[in-house]
């Protein structure tokens, strides 16, 4: 199985960036259809972005879309989410997931998570 350790996370101000990286091991993450998500206090864990095995093809969600962008380098065996003009609204802990299928928004398909990261955004 693979292991995820995310990184990058912290204190920002609105309209800044932050680079997520999830660092995969055990397996390549070449493997697997990789996601992010993120979870706010007393929200449910909700769809951030996925990318494919390859990287040819993502998806976002509609509040992230265009100022989030999610992508992966195999051979590093490491997925990045870089985070622009960041809202306070965005605050959240960030997951990422691997899923042996194809990449989609529902979280009950990912077979691997990892600890998160902490990202808050102060206005």
């Known amino acids: 199985q693979v292991q995820l350790v995310e990184s990058g996370g912290g204190l920002v101000q609105a309209g800044d960036s932050l680079r997520l990286s999830c660092a995969a091991s055990?397996?390549?993450?070449?493997?697997?259809?990789m996601g992010w998500f993120r979870q706010a206090p007393g929200k449910e864990r909700e769809f951030v972005a996925t990318i494919t095995k390859s990287g040819g093809g993502t998806d976002y969600a509609d509040s992230v879309k265009v100022r989030f962008t999610i992508s992966r380098d195999n051979a590093e065996n490491t997925v990045y989410l870089q985070m622009n003009n960041l809202k306070p609204e965005d605050t959240a802990k960030y997951y990422c997931?691997?899923?042996w299928g194809i990449g989609t928004r529902r979280p009950d398909a990912y077979n691997y998570w990892g600890q998160g990261t902490q990202v808050t955004v102060s206005s």
């Open positions: 055990g397996r390549p993450v070449g493997s697997y259809a």
């Open positions: 997931a691997a899923t």
